[in-house]
């Protein structure tokens, strides 16, 4: 009852005009990052992060959220139409999806993955809204050894189901912890590796090396790579799907949208891995598995419902642990932060007014998802035939301009200028940026927590294992650590292989 | 060997990390210093950049080259922010543009220009005139 009453506060915040705006803009830029091949919800937050600095928080959260979960369903548009995913998370949806397409059935494979993704997204808002308070509730008894430990075990998380070498995801977090001391110390107020360089006094500013390391780089990279795209150039009909359709897809839409949820609260999980899993269990539950890649729609249905209830299941540690679970929350957390908020179990009492308009935000932003991806399609595959010669330029100059106007710093350009090369080469040798920033972002809760614990027990390290919750959260870390010498894959590289195979 | 060579990078980089923390400072257990964290991440990070290089020890692989036009688009973003200043919003966006526009795609030298200078027109009135961004003027006054 108190949920509902909330709710009710929340659509009251959400229904001002410019609460309203800034969802739509939010999701028309997520459908159309989705849309592009080459850009995921971690560039496209990172570009339009300089916009927050110019909105009413609450707005420019809904706005970033909107940005989040509008590309799962932008994503699926590119799969089906011109087999490339708009994101790793629409991966899957290329193998049934685009088969569909070229038997003429491009109109249902859309209309079930816009429908599966709207009934997903909307469960996982209502799971969002159980859930969130209860693990914030929870999270009060946390202290400083509780929050390190934490820390620890979302890096490790990260680190350990990423995609990339384990090695060099944890350099890279090293690398994003040491990046996080650079500034002011907060307890000695002493400059630390400034090296005399004034712009570097307030430290490494999350949204230059977000924009440079997911936005910049990845432009470098798709410039050096020939993107062929072959669009099905039929006329898109039927988006509707039929009843038969609907009883195919009913069971994989529920099973994708529980496995999507429950699996997107798990740090470093993110939205790709639940989309695999429920490809999987969609082929293992099917009376003809044999078709699944010949254009099945149960194959559509699962993984599109399970990348969108991912990504509410990612919001929960976020919004009530202040834990980012994977980049796209990494960098929503630091907007909160740029914003002036401070994440953690209290953001949602103290700031009632921004959990509440952003649940809120999601349900309407699901509809109006659907209303964007369903009548107005033509639109979108018109915007993918604009040749990316064009479109590369727009989005360098609109990284330039975006970090030039946070501080009208020239410096500020420059610095993003350089973590947009060091990103370029941090992909071509193989270094994950997500641990890095993920780093740099939980930085100042593991350094403040670390040095915390450590004045509390007189300089123990023993604390960090005595207390039962902090011992839980290491002990999860150490099992991820020492997983591979008991199985023979790291946990979640099997459903990462299947991508790298097909 | 890449991996070699970037272990060996990220040693260097551990290096001075490690030094910088030792200048901060490391206080006592009981009371960290401000180099506390770094000290010991750095050290880490050492660690682990030696075990990089060790994992790479003979393992031949030879990363593609870079492609060229990746290169300039690189150098020009860079020149970009060191010229923006001097040369002003118009001019430094309008060459940066037509920069990559030809790298893009071979197009005619008037399609470029003309295309160019949209951009950079629609870029200024729209950050410039609707959202209030105070672009520099640089030596020539616009």
Redesign the interface.
């Known amino acids: 009852m108190e949920a509902l009453q909330s709710l009710a506060y929340g659509f009251g915040i959400f229904f001002q005009p410019v609460n309203l705006l800034y969802c739509f803009l939010g999701v028309l830029m997520g459908t159309l990052v989705g849309v592009l091949p080459g850009l995921g919800p971690a560039a496209a937050l990172s570009l339009l992060l300089p916009t927050i600095y110019?909105v009413p928080p609450v707005s420019a959260i809904i706005m970033l959220f909107g940005i989040c979960y509008g590309t799962a369903y932008g994503g699926s548009t590119t799969s089906i139409l011109v087999n490339i995913p708009g994101e790793i998370s629409s991966v899957v949806t290329c193998f049934d999806g685009y088969q569909m397409a070229k038997q003429g059935r491009a109109g249902p494979a859309l209309g079930i993955a816009a429908f599966g993704s709207f009934i997903a997204g909307t469960f996982g808002v209502v799971g969002l809204m159980l859930f969130a308070p209860m693990l914030a509730n929870f999270a009060l008894r946390f202290g400083p050894p509780e929050f390190f430990s934490l820390a620890v075990m979302s890096l490790t998380f990260v680190i350990f189901i990423g995609r990339g070498d384990v090695?060099?995801g944890?350099?890279m977090a090293?690398?994003g912890?040491?990046m996080s001391?650079a500034g002011m110390?907060r307890?000695?107020s002493?400059p630390?590796?400034t090296f005399g360089i004034p712009a570097l006094l307030d430290g490494f500013e999350l949204v230059f090396v977000a924009m440079g390391v997911f936005g910049?780089s990845e432009?470098?990279v798709n410039?050096?790579q020939a993107v062929k795209r072959e669009t099905i150039d039929t006329k898109i009909k039927n988006l509707l799907p039929s009843r038969r359709d609907w009883k195919d897809s009913a069971k994989p839409i529920a099973r994708g949208t529980l496995i999507g949820f429950f699996l997107g609260i798990i740090p470093g999980v993110g939205a790709a891995i639940p989309t695999f899993l429920s490809y999987a269990v969609e082929k293992k539950f099917s009376r003809y598995p044999e078709k699944f890649g010949t254009g099945v729609i149960e194959g559509v249905a699962g993984p599109e419902s399970a990348n969108n209830a991912a990504y509410s299941g990612t919001f929960i540690p976020m919004l009530s642990l202040g834990i980012p679970t994977n980049i796209s929350t990494s960098i929503i957390l630091g907007a909160l932060m740029i914003l002036g908020l401070q994440p953690g179990p209290l953001l949602i009492s103290s700031k009632p007014e921004l959990f509440w308009g952003v649940v809120a935000s999601m349900y309407v932003g699901n509809v109006m998802l659907v209303v964007l991806n369903l009548p107005l399609i033509g639109l979108w595959v018109q915007i993918l035939k604009v040749?990316?010669?064009?479109l590369?330029?727009?989005i360098?100059?609109f990284c330039?301009?975006g970090a030039?106007?946070v501080n009208?710093n020239?410096s500020d350009?420059?610095l993003m200028?350089i973590f947009?090369?060091a990103g370029?080469f941090m992909k071509?040798?193989e270094?994950e940026g997500a641990p890095l920033v993920l780093a740099l972002v939980l930085g100042p809760m593991?350094?403040n927590s670390?040095?915390r614990s450590?004045?509390i027990s007189?300089?123990?390290a023993a604390v960090f294992f005595t207390r039962p919750i902090s011992a839980v959260f290491l002990a999860l870390a150490l099992a991820f650590m020492i997983s591979p010498l008991f199985t023979r894959k790291r946990i979640g590289r099997e459903a990462l292989e299947i991508e790298e195979q097909d | 060997m890449?991996?070699v060579k970037?272990g060996i990078f990220?040693f260097g980089?551990s290096l001075l990390?490690l030094w910088?923390s030792l200048r901060?400072g490391l206080g006592?257990?009981?009371?960290?210093?401000?180099?506390?964290?770094?000290f010991c991440?750095?050290a880490?990070?050492a660690v682990?950049?030696l075990?990089?290089v060790y994992?790479g020890w003979g393992v031949r692989m030879t990363?593609p080259p870079?492609?060229r036009?990746?290169i300039l688009?690189?150098a020009a973003?860079?020149v970009?922010?060191?010229v923006?200043?001097y040369l002003g919003f118009i001019i430094a966006?309008f060459l940066?543009?037509a920069l990559?526009?030809h790298?893009?795609?071979s197009r005619r030298w008037w399609a470029v220009i003309a295309?160019s200078a949209l951009?950079t027109f629609l870029?200024y009135y729209f950050?410039g005139t609707l959202?209030h961004?105070?672009?520099?003027r640089g030596l020539f006054g616009f």
Do not use: W
């Open positions: 110019h090695l060099s944890l350099m090293c690398l912890l040491v001391t110390d307890f000695t002493q630390r590796f910049l432009i470098f410039l050096g040749p990316y010669s064009i590369y330029v727009l360098v100059l330039e301009i030039y106007s009208n020239v350009v420059l200028n947009g090369v370029y071509r040798y270094f593991f350094e670390l040095r450590l004045i007189d300089g123990s | 890449p991996k970037s990220f980089l990390i910088e901060l006592v257990s009981t009371e960290p210093g401000p180099g506390f964290m770094s991440t750095g880490i990070l682990l950049s075990a990089f994992s990363a870079h492609a036009r990746v688009a690189m973003v860079f970009y922010s060191l923006l200043d966006t940066l543009v990559l526009f790298l893009g795609e295309m951009v870029g950050f959202l961004v105070f672009f520099p």
